[in-house]
């Protein structure tokens, strides 16, 4: 007797790609950002905040700055319509430029070009950006950019005390304050090596009759000082009456640390 075998038929899935980890994300991050100090700073608050490693909010943040500096490092920019139309990098809803320009006597020679942009994108909402490139053949290439702040100045030379010659990108904060982002960097021979500007507010030590630090401080580069108001327990966000601090730093190690602070009652 003879009996059908009924045929057998193997469905196979094929398995769905796994996102990648945020530390991976973290790593990817560091090896193409430019502000590599700023990014750690950012994951340290991220880690602090004791945020779930699924965290789709910051993933996808790490995920946007990504895809702008692999983008940024792939551009190329005719000089002349610098300051007609934004560089496509991050702020992709209603971009403008708003001031564009030049820096002579760049390291390394030559200039350095600078936009900077104001407009909006899905992850950050309002904001501002600013990007540098220096000459490729008869090109623009990107070497810097930031997208983190509001708004930004007009970037600068200056050169501290000491003799060494800092690039300065100021930036001021989404909110009623606007405390300073400053970015900062020195030229190393073959790259732009960023100085950590983030570090010092945890360097404050505890001041006399519960006085505290609450806003910004506008650090001046030259002289590595900057003053800031003092608030009592009291006081109102806008109105500090504890008179002021005078703040001194160094750079040591590409970090800008806090060394001594002088209070300087009303």
Same mark, same amino acid.
């Given at each position: ?117 104001? *407009? ?10 600013? &990007? /540098?490139?220096?000459? #490729?053949? +008869? =090109?623009?290439? !990107? ?99 504890? *008179? ?10 590409? &970090? /800008?640390?806090?060394? #001594?602070? +002088? =209070?300087?009652? !009303?």
């Amino acid at each position: 007797m003879m009996f059908a075998v009924a045929p057998v038929i193997l469905f196979l899935f094929a398995a769905a790609p796994q996102e990648p980890s945020i530390d991976a994300l973290f790593a990817e991050a560091l090896r193409t950002s430019p502000t590599p100090a700023r990014l750690r700073e950012q994951h340290r608050y991220w880690v602090s905040e004791g945020a779930d490693p699924a965290d789709d909010n910051y993933r996808e943040r790490l995920q946007a700055g990504l895809a702008a500096d692999r983008k940024a490092a792939a551009l190329r920019v005719d000089p002349d319509t610098l300051g007609d139309a934004c560089l496509d990098l991050r702020l992709d809803q209603g971009c403008a430029v708003e001031q564009a320009g030049f820096l002579n006597d760049a390291p390394g020679g030559g200039r350095l070009y600078w936009q900077i942009q104001q *407009g909006a994108s899905a992850e950050d909402g309002v904001g501002g950006g600013i &990007v /540098l490139l220096r000459p #490729e053949g +008869d =090109r623009l290439r !990107p070497v810097l950019w930031d997208f983190e702040a509001w708004r930004y100045e007009a970037p600068e030379w200056v050169t501290d005390e000491d003799g060494v010659s800092m690039l300065v990108l100021r930036g001021l904060s989404r909110g009623a304050s606007g405390s300073p982002m400053d970015l900062l960097f020195r030229w190393d021979d073959t790259a732009w090596r960023q100085i950590d500007t983030g570090a010092w507010p945890d360097q404050v030590p505890a001041l006399a009759d519960g006085l505290t630090l609450q806003s910004g401080v506008r650090i001046d580069y030259r002289t590595l000082r900057g003053v800031s108001p003092l608030w009592r327990s009291r006081d109102g966000g806008c109105c500090p009456t504890g *008179g002021l601090a005078e703040l001194k730093f160094e750079i040591r190690d590409d &970090v /800008l640390r806090l060394v #001594e602070v +002088d =209070r300087h009652t !009303p």
